[in-house]
């Protein structure tokens, strides 16, 4: 019965490859979000999809990109991974854009 | 740009005292404001939140205050327990609610001592 769920909890890759993050939200909210926590712990947002629709996009290089194949998913694949990709990856759903969100418990990737 | 920051990276209470996390933020149009709390290995977790035209709202053993002059927000922890011990962010939304997701600060770690 988890509300947000991310696969996989932890994803260790080399350098240059190509790799997804899955998340699904059972809450039965519009909009999903990926946040992107560094090693300092600061939270910043990525992407916001509301019903499928992207609507934000913040400055992010164009090697992410975010899928939404409905609005229950949203999935984020990173092409050509680099060390600087190292960090937590939260996926965060709410029933109105900007309200309360429910994160996911975050998938920590590390590029080696 | 806009950002949301806090002033004690780090806080030290023992068990059972009052603590107060401090935020400050810098955009005069925010209108919505939350508390999350992240433990170790988890994501943030909804603490409380409150709206710009309140200055005050209270929980179970937790109290937000918002002074909207000085852009500041409060959250205040009643009896500290061992099971608060986290890092706490502050989060800014500002409208329009269609087109800004949740801004937050840069975390304040609570360490509480038995």
């Known amino acids: 019965d988890t509300a947000v769920s991310q696969t996989p909890k932890y994803l260790v890759t080399q350098m240059g490859n190509d790799k997804s993050i899955k998340c699904e939200q059972n809450?039965?909210?519009?909009?999903m979000y990926w946040y992107k926590q560094d090693s300092k712990k600061f939270l910043k947002i990525m992407f916001s999809?509301?019903?499928?629709?992207?609507?934000i996009n913040e400055t992010v290089p164009n090697r992410f990109s975010p899928k939404s194949p409905d609005k229950a998913h949203l999935n984020l694949h990173i092409n050509s991974l680099e060390l600087g990709d190292s960090a937590v990856y939260f996926c965060a759903s709410s029933p109105r854009t900007g309200g309360d969100y429910t994160f996911g418990s975050g998938t920590r990737l590390t590029v080696v | 740009g806009e950002s949301v920051g806090l002033h004690l990276p780090t806080l030290s209470v023992q068990e059972g005292d009052n603590s107060i996390i401090n935020c400050a933020y810098s955009n005069s149009a925010s209108d919505y404001f939350i508390w999350y709390k992240q433990e170790s290995g988890k994501g943030p977790q909804f603490i409380i939140d409150i709206r710009s035209n309140m200055d005050k709202r209270q929980g179970q053993r937790v109290t937000v205050l918002l002074n909207k002059t000085v852009k500041h927000l409060s959250l205040q922890i009643a009896a500290t327990q061992p099971g608060d011990s986290a890092v706490y962010f502050c989060?800014?939304?500002?409208?329009?609610?269609?087109?800004?997701?949740?801004?937050f600060g840069s975390g304040t770690r609570l360490q509480v001592q038995p």
């Open positions: 809450l039965g909210h519009d909009t």
């Open positions: 999809y509301n019903n499928k629709e992207l609507i």
């Open positions: 989060a800014e939304a500002s409208p329009p609610p269609g087109r800004r997701a949740l801004t």
